[in-house]
């Protein structure tokens, strides 16, 4: 009897050892299907209309990291510091008038001054030389941002040739409403004062949407739907009745 007993008792383990297994599979199944479940809120939350069609935070808008934080005001010091720097620039060349040119001039005349009489006195006052860094700049780096521009400048360039051959109608209107009004800007503003003023836009607006993002929602919803009904009056009245001639498609060997 004990030699049955113990024949028979790896047979019962590696039963016990199945029926564990399945019930584990059964657990891991059941907690895999509760986890692709999505949670009433969010889909909720995925149906409220956002602008532009932003289907993520803010902050991953912005690219995420650093300079999220910065426009954001997620750090309060540096971003303070920015516009800090940036609103001296504008004082030192739009209220005394100072020029970069000469700026540039100045800066470098005080460094260059500096660093010599550092480096002449140096054995004068027992003191080591001033050590001047070797900057070169890398191949890679200046390759990537080169390829970066051209990629950017092919896009837009491919953007205008859709745009002047007429096949997108909204993209040709919302291009020149938007030249116009930057010619009333440039108007008003010279190039440093525009620049500013979008900088200062940059570090305001994102962190006053991200404040107040449901209620703007809300009413760039109606906006839009406001903007898409006189747009269809003004399709029906007008843009239809426009002669358009045939559209030949051209064959380019």
């Known amino acids: 009897m004990a030699d049955h007993a113990g024949e028979y008792e790896p047979v019962v383990e590696s039963v016990m050892e ?38 993520r935070p803010v902050h991953k808008v912005l690219g995420g990291g650093k300079p999220a934080d910065i426009f954001l005001w997620r750090d309060k010091k540096i971003t303070a510091g920015v516009l800090g720097f940036a609103t001296a620039i504008w004082v030192l060349f739009e209220l005394l008038e100072y020029h970069l040119l000469t700026l540039v001039c100045h800066i470098l005349i005080a460094a260059l001054a500096v660093l010599f009489l550092w480096s002449n006195a140096s054995t004068f006052i027992n003191k080591s030389p001033p050590q001047i860094p070797e900057v070169i700049l890398p191949e890679d780096i200046v390759l990537g941002v080169a390829a970066a521009l051209r990629i950017e400048i092919n896009r837009a360039l491919e953007i205008l040739r859709d745009i002047a051959s007429g096949k997108e109608l909204k993209k040709f209107l919302a291009v020149i409403a938007g030249l116009w009004i930057l010619s009333i800007l440039g108007n008003c503003w010279n190039f440093l004062t525009l620049f500013y003023s ?9 962190v006053l949407y991200e404040k107040y993002e449901d209620q703007v929602d809300a009413f760039a919803e109606k906006a839009e739907a406001e903007f898409k009904k006189q747009y269809a009056v003004f399709n029906v009245k007008v843009l239809s009745k426009i002669p358009r001639g045939p559209l030949k498609d051209k064959k380019i060997l």
């Open 198 to 206: 979008c900088f200062v836009l940059l570090h305001t607006v994102p």
């Open 18 to 55: 199945k029926i564990n297994e399945k019930l584990h599979g059964q657990d891991s199944s059941s907690s895999d299907s509760e986890d692709e479940k999505i949670s009433p809120v969010e889909a909720v939350k995925s149906k409220i209309y956002r602008l532009f069609g932003r289907e």
